[in-house]
């Protein structure tokens, strides 16, 4: 939802000309994977048409790479092996990579959502020409925030909340944010239908390591009781994660799970070792849980774990998402615990 938004906004609100065209990594036929995406196109009037995704043709793969001026947001370093591309923006609230100094604007500071630092960066100098349109953008911005940071109960910086302030103001005093909320928030755990595979891809991110070490995590917003109960056992569950694995070429899967809302929301992880370097980095991560703070505990009395290879918890620090998880398990697949040194991708 972040991406999706941050890169609508950045397009729309961006003085730089011509105009940044707004872009998804993936296909086209995987928006039907986010039913939040479609919850969104019928509530802002949008079209799916209004973003360019991976397999559209034509796209920028028709332009050689090095003409391409590329305005990263939701990521500071590409998603798509584009050799001679120049990075000329970055937007962006992960752990900084340090690359691209020279571009602008280049903003890489923690905080909930990326819309966040999208609207604080362009909104002043933006022209929104009437109440309607800026409806349109608050409501953008607002839905990726307020699900990013469970309605401003997780993860909330005090640059989030400035801008929230900010957006509300742009909308009628009686507009029902907790509804608006709440209809979002469905949708995207809307998934009862998705198979196994489908939910694991639906929300993914992969990593390589200069070692050659390949991490891949898949942020599911169902609890790994659920997904074991729709499958016949639990090794069934296995099998399917363990298959989608291999489909990668990955050496560590790690599944990170959200549930329930308020008081009832939870986190739970799970990670597996497929290869010799994936089974170190799992050993690696269950040594320093404790020191970065995860506080974890053994899911179901350790009914998922094999040997030393996968283990699965109750995660206790409920602040931490995939944003500080996987710096610290990319870290354990080096052996240490920065977060430099590495190269992304799908």
């Not at 039907?32 to 360019?52: K, M, Q, Y």
């Not at 939910?199 to 898949?218: F, M, N, P, Q, V």
Request: glycine residues 6%; aromatic residues 6%; charged residues 25%.
């Amino acid at each position: 939802m972040d991406s999706f938004a941050s890169s609508l906004l950045y397009a729309y609100l961006s003085s730089t000309r011509p105009r940044p065209i707004p872009f998804l990594a993936i296909p086209r036929v995987d928006l039907s994977l986010r039913p939040e995406f479609l919850h969104l196109f019928h509530e802002l009037s949008l079209s799916p048409s209004d973003i360019l995704c991976a397999d559209d043709t034509p796209s920028f793969h028709s332009v050689a790479t090095t003409s391409l001026h590329l305005h990263l947001v939701d990521h500071n370093v590409p998603t798509l092996p584009l050799p001679g591309a120049q990075v000329v923006g970055i937007i962006d609230h992960h752990a900084d990579e340090g690359l691209f100094p020279s571009a602008s604007p280049r903003v890489v500071e923690q905080c909930g959502s990326c819309s966040s630092l999208v609207i604080r960066t362009f909104l002043a100098q933006s022209q929104l020409r009437d109440a309607e349109e800026q409806s349109q953008i608050a409501r953008l911005a607002l839905a990726a925030i307020l699900i990013d940071t469970a309605d401003m109960t997780q993860k909330v910086t005090e640059i989030d909340k400035a801008v929230v302030l900010t957006l509300l103001r742009m909308l009628p005093k009686d507009w029902d944010r907790k509804g608006f909320y709440q209809g979002v928030a469905q949708a995207k755990r809307d998934v009862g239908s998705l198979p196994l595979r489908d939910l694991l891809r639906k929300d993914y991110k992969e990593w390589t390591e200069r070692s050659g070490c390949k991490i891949g995590i898949a942020s599911v917003v169902k609890s790994l009781g659920w997904m074991c109960s729709r499958e016949e056992d639990n090794t069934s569950f296995m099998n399917c994660l363990k298959s989608y694995a291999e489909e990668r070429g990955l050496d560590v899967l790690g599944v990170m799970t959200t549930d329930g809302e308020g008081d009832e929301f939870h986190r739970e992880l799970l990670i597996w070792g497929m290869s010799d370097d994936g089974k170190e980095c799992v050993r690696r991560f269950e040594k320093g849980a404790d020191e970065a703070g995860l506080r974890l505990v053994a899911w179901g009395d350790g009914e998922l774990d094999l040997a030393a290879e996968r283990r699965a918890w109750v995660q206790g620090n409920l602040a931490m998402s995939r944003k500080q998880v996987a710096p610290f398990m990319r870290g354990c697949a080096r052996g240490k615990s920065d977060t430099g040194d590495t190269r992304a991708n799908i």
